[in-house]
């Protein structure tokens, strides 16, 4: 934006009003695909089967935390640039208004009643317990409280890091929303002031700190700076490489850069590249008996997350997109964000039950992520009727697709791991 002074006005270089003036030919403008909702849903049906103990031998969990990082910052990034295409300027403030609008609500009342929980169970062990895993402990109503707290301010990642918690929370599966919001944090601003400055310049900023996140990452994992397997899993900066994928390849497509990827040959070389990028990491994120192995695992994931969101944007009729814009897949996307707040306190509360627990806790996820949606997200998106989420606007979809992912964790097994089963004593995230 121009600012002219009322006394003098100065001459403006023809550079700075190229940067800033809307561009003669806008980005794309990103409708709904219906293909993203059902990602969507096939990465919380694998983190439910993460977490419940049902994907030994790949790394599905962490995997598909890639692929929602990719999918946050190509939806994200994608939205920005178009509004700075056609309007010349990015609302930032309304920007963060309508994600707070989104996710809040949801988060808010789901913190509010499992608080209410642990103040009325507390002193159960059952309220306390690691799904397929340790049986727990009773819950103070001061950790529940750190653990809350937490939550609302989107710092669960760092206080588990640095072991803040003075007792074991059971809500570490809100690390990844933390990561999100601290990555918009930095990431919305730095675009906009770039697209100001020189489109081209945002790009290259992308990948630049994508590069810098892994090279991180290498370093890490080769010679465990940074305390180990948590820093490395739940840092924002370590995991900021897959978002900025995405929101690099984001900026390629607003602009017409990977047309020649859209149809034929190419598209469907798009697409498997993606899978087999993919298919490699779950078998290399899982196996962590050779660090050079995890690390190029690591790389894999980061590029082929995001590969796929593009792919199925660009090829979103072919076979892929299809299969993934199934009536079911897509309901589960559409309900990610709450049954991915709601699936694991469930699975914690009822994991005495064995298989028959698991059963229930997906059930009961389903129930609650339904009421979540009709009594109290609806609300706060317009007062819409329920039924008219079957087609969100795209403002809405990009801004529901907050990454909820909480992948199950890889222990490093070359470095002293953390304790794989947290016990209540550790303040630590449950696996």
């Known amino acids: 934006m121009l600012v002219a002074d009322t006394a003098v006005v100065r001459p403006v270089s023809?550079?700075?009003?190229?940067?800033?003036?809307?561009?003669?030919?806008?980005?794309?403008?990103?409708?709904?695909?219906?293909?993203?909702?059902?990602?969507?849903?096939?990465?919380?049906?694998?983190?439910?089967?993460?977490?419940?103990?049902?994907?030994?031998?790949?790394?599905?969990?962490?995997?598909?935390?890639?692929?929602?990082?990719?999918?946050?910052?190509?939806?994200?990034t994608a939205l920005i640039v178009n509004e700075h295409d056609t309007r010349g300027r990015v609302a930032l403030g309304r920007f963060?208004?309508?994600?707070?609008?989104?996710?809040?609500?949801?988060?808010?009342?789901?913190?509010?009643?499992?608080?209410?929980?642990?103040?009325?169970?507390?002193?159960?062990?059952?309220?306390?317990?690691?799904?397929?895993?340790?049986?727990?402990?009773?819950?103070?109503?001061?950790?529940?409280?750190?653990?809350?707290?937490?939550?609302?301010?989107?710092?669960?990642?760092?206080?588990?890091?640095?072991?803040?918690?003075?007792?074991?929370?059971?809500?570490?599966?809100?690390w990844s929303l933390a990561v999100e919001e601290q990555i918009y944090l930095f990431w919305a601003p730095l675009l906009v002031v770039l697209l100001l400055w020189r489109r081209r310049a945002a790009l290259i900023g992308a990948l630049v700190l994508s590069?810098?996140?892994?090279?991180?990452?290498?370093?890490?994992?080769?010679?465990?700076?940074?305390?180990?397997?948590?820093?490395?899993?739940?840092?924002?900066?370590?995991?900021?490489?897959?978002?900025?994928?995405?929101?690099?390849?984001?900026?390629?497509?607003?602009?017409?850069?990977?047309?020649?990827?859209e149809v034929g040959h190419r598209s469907r070389l798009l697409m498997v590249s993606a899978l087999v990028l993919i298919g490699a990491s779950l078998l290399w994120l899982h196996d962590g008996t050779d660090p050079l192995g995890y690390s190029v695992g690591w790389v894999a994931a980061t590029i082929g997350g995001p590969l796929l969101v593009v792919a199925l944007v660009m090829g979103r009729h072919g076979w892929v997109g299809h299969?993934?814009?199934?009536?079911?897949?897509?309901?589960?996307?559409?309900?990610?964000?709450?049954?991915?707040?709601?699936?694991?306190?469930?699975?914690?509360?009822?994991?005495?039950?064995?298989?028959?627990?698991?059963?229930?806790?997906?059930?009961?996820?389903?129930?609650?992520?339904?009421?979540s949606w009709r009594l109290v997200e609806a609300r706060f998106l317009g007062h819409r009727r329920a039924d008219r989420s079957i087609t969100p606007s795209v403002p809405e979809a990009v801004i529901g697709s907050a990454t909820w992912v909480r992948a199950g964790r890889s222990v490093l097994p070359w470095t002293p791991p953390p304790t794989p089963h947290p016990t209540p004593q550790r303040a630590s995230l449950p696996n």
């Open 14 to 76: 023809p550079s700075v009003l190229a940067a800033a003036a809307p561009s003669t030919t806008p980005a794309r403008r990103l409708t709904h695909i219906p293909a993203l909702d059902g990602l969507r849903g096939v990465a919380w049906a694998t983190v439910f089967a993460t977490h419940a103990g049902l994907t030994e031998g790949v790394a599905g969990g962490q995997t598909v935390m890639f692929v929602f990082f990719g999918l946050s910052g190509f939806l994200i």
């Open 96 to 174: 963060f208004a309508r994600r707070a609008a989104r996710l809040a609500p949801a988060l808010v009342a789901f913190l509010v009643i499992w608080l209410g929980v642990v103040a009325i169970f507390g002193q159960d062990h059952w309220i306390g317990s690691v799904p397929g895993s340790s049986p727990g402990s009773a819950e103070s109503l001061t950790v529940a409280l750190q653990g809350v707290g937490a939550g609302l301010i989107y710092l669960t990642n760092w206080l588990g890091i640095f072991h803040v918690f003075t007792g074991y929370v059971p809500l570490g599966h809100l």
């Open 211 to 261: 590069a810098a996140s892994l090279v991180e990452v290498f370093l890490m994992v080769h010679a465990h700076h940074g305390g180990g397997g948590d820093r490395l899993y739940m840092g924002t900066d370590t995991r900021a490489a897959a978002f900025l994928v995405g929101g690099a390849l984001a900026m390629l497509w607003a602009r017409g850069g990977l047309s020649r990827w």
């Open 323 to 371: 299969l993934l814009s199934g009536p079911q897949l897509t309901y589960l996307g559409r309900r990610s964000y709450a049954l991915y707040l709601w699936h694991y306190v469930w699975l914690t509360w009822l994991r005495s039950l064995g298989w028959s627990g698991v059963g229930l806790a997906l059930l009961l996820s389903l129930v609650s992520a339904e009421l």
